[in-house]
T-cell receptor, first 115, second 111 residues
């Protein structure tokens, strides 16, 4: 069983919709991540939160808006997405934010389709 | 910029044979090298990792070797089984939370 839980598992939305992806972990990890993964490609880092503060933004378009309400939760708010944003969105967590090179543990992802 | 090359892109082996996947990184300051296994439709799962102060690490049928001078690291799977079939990603990191992933290797193990 995965210890990083993502909801929903699948999401279909139009380009004008607003939706949110959710991620939760109860391992006491202090760093949380959002990745985007296209088919047959490796995960691409989008955002990193360390101790609930945004520490890395990989020049992601503003139509993706991350939020970390507390150390266990991570959201990704979506607005005005484009068809090319269709992908698997993965959340991950690691033990110590600010302590580099900690193993990252992934959730099962949300498969997002933009119509 | 930072780059990790991974070879081969596909690998087919007979059950019981060994499989080797190789990665080369560009950033000489990289010091952490995890390997992830991703089955179809599933999450990437960390299977083994190695840090730059170690040359080799083994966990049952899986081993990873690191050559810092050549900036190479490799995954070795012995006595392969059909359930080893998956896409394997190597990655490298240098004292940050950012992993640079390789392009992936699709391993197929035939019974």
């Amino acid at each position: 069983d995965t210890e990083v839980t993502q909801t929903p598992k699948h999401l279909v939305m139009g380009m004008t919709n607003k939706k949110s992806l959710k991620c939760e972990q109860h391992m006491g990890h202090r760093a949380m991540y959002w990745y985007k993964q296209k088919a047959k490609k490796p995960p691409e880092l989008m955002f990193v939160y360390s101790y609930e503060k945004l520490s890395i933004n990989e020049s992601v378009p503003s139509r993706f808006s991350p939020e970390c309400p507390n150390s266990s939760l991570l959201n990704l708010h979506l607005h005005a997405l484009q068809p090319e944003d269709s992908a698997l969105y993965l959340c991950a967590s690691s033990q110590e934010g600010g302590q580099p090179n900690q193993p990252q543990h992934f959730g099962d992802g949300t498969r997002l389709s933009i119509l | 910029g930072e780059n990790v090359e991974q070879h081969p892109s596909t690998l087919s082996v007979q059950e019981g044979d060994s499989a080797v996947i190789k990665c080369t990184y560009s950033d000489s300051a990289s010091n952490y090298f995890p390997w992830y296994k991703q089955e179809l439709g599933k999450r990437p799962q960390l299977i083994i990792d190695i840090r730059s102060n170690v040359g080799e690490k083994k966990d049952q049928r899986i081993a990873v070797t690191l050559n810092k001078t050549a900036k190479h690291f490799s995954l070795h799977i012995t006595e392969t089984q059909p359930e080893d079939s998956a896409v394997y990603f190597c990655a490298a990191s240098r004292n940050t939370d950012k992993l640079i992933f390789g392009t992936g290797t699709r391993l197929q193990v035939f019974p």
